[in-house]
């Protein structure tokens, strides 16, 4: 059977000559016990990590919930459909994210202190983020 997952990632032209292009979170399936790893999805969708990260980052820009889930069985997945397994799962890639954010803060203290920007004006402004149009994501998951 031809493997369809370049489609996923790329848009193919038609018969009739009209361009089309699917998702990564098409190949993804709901729950953290389905995760796919990122070698197996960029297999999957013949991409490299990089560039499965920049679609990951787009969807997410465009509002998908893909999920993430760190260490050995970890990978990518939607929520589950069990609403309170889907909560907890959101929980554990919402602190998994915040902590990865926080660390990347910290860092930018001392440079921040060196340029002469006060660390009380570290802050971040969702609103600033979303108008960056996908670029609000480090695709460090």
């Known amino acids: 059977m031809k493997n369809i997952a370049t489609h996923f990632v790329r848009p193919y032209s038609t018969m009739k000559g009209v361009y089309k292009s699917m998702k ?63 909560h907890r799962e959101r929980l554990a890639f919402y602190n998994v994210m915040r902590s990865r954010a926080l660390g990347t803060f910290k860092t930018l203290r001392p440079v921040a202190r060196s340029l002469g920007v006060p660390v009380g004006q570290l802050a971040f402004d969702l609103a600033d983020c979303e108008s960056d149009k996908g670029e609000n994501e480090n695709g460090r998951d």
């Open 24 to 86: 990564i979170s098409e190949l993804l399936r709901h729950g953290a016990e389905n995760a796919l790893s990122a070698a197996t999805l960029c297999r999957l969708a013949e991409t490299t990590p990089r560039g499965l990260r920049h679609y990951i980052a787009s969807e997410r820009a465009a509002g998908a919930e893909i999920l993430y889930q760190p260490g050995g069985h970890g990978g990518y997945f939607l929520p589950s459909l069990d609403v309170e397994q889907a």
